[in-house]
């Protein structure tokens, strides 16, 4: 019984392990994707010839947290995100949708935006859901990048981007 609780606490620390390794691989992809996203929004911020503080202006947000935001050195928010490529003209869109919305009105709603990429956030409460969207969206969004981030995607997440 000893030696099956020992095999057990070992597997179970190798597994806490490649998840932490697999989680830091993760982040370092999402950190180095949102350096290239922030880089060209900011080498269009200079192409038009606008300030700091004029997109500090136009969006609302302190100059210093536009000046923290262009060092790219934290993944941005999603709202900062949006809001200064929307002040370039350029278009980043959030929708928001609950589990009360049918999947047929969501991924009409998806399909009318043809977006570039999706992200969901996928916790408990809306995770079947989800699942169900993915099953849908390459069928008839082929080409859409399709992005997973949320609690019931990190625990196993080797699996999820597998399956998904």
Not at 46 to 52: E, G
Not at 54 to 63: F, L, P
Not at 76 to 98: D, F, G, Q, V
Not at 136 to 159: C, N
């Amino acid at each position: 019984m000893e030696n099956t609780v020992e095999i057990y606490q070992e597997e179970k620390e190798l597994r806490g392990k490649r998840l932490a390794a697999y989680a830091e691989s993760i982040q370092e992809k999402v950190q180095k994707d949102s350096e290239q996203i922030i880089k060209i929004l900011v080498e269009e911020r200079y192409r038009q010839k606008k300030t700091q503080q004029e997109m500090a202006d136009i969006t609302g947000v302190r100059a210093s947290n536009i000046a923290r935001f262009e060092k790219a050195s934290r993944v941005p928010t999603l709202l900062m995100l949006e809001k200064y490529a929307n002040a370039l003209e350029k278009h980043i869109e959030l929708a928001e949708y609950t589990i009360n919305h049918s999947i047929s009105d969501i991924l009409a709603d998806i399909y009318n935006r043809k977006p570039d990429a999706i992200g969901f956030s996928c916790y408990i409460w809306n995770w079947n859901l989800v699942r169900e969207l993915l099953a849908e969206l390459p069928k008839i969004l082929p080409d859409t990048q399709i992005w997973l981030g949320g609690p019931e995607v990190s625990y196993d997440a080797p699996v999820i981007l597998e399956k998904y």
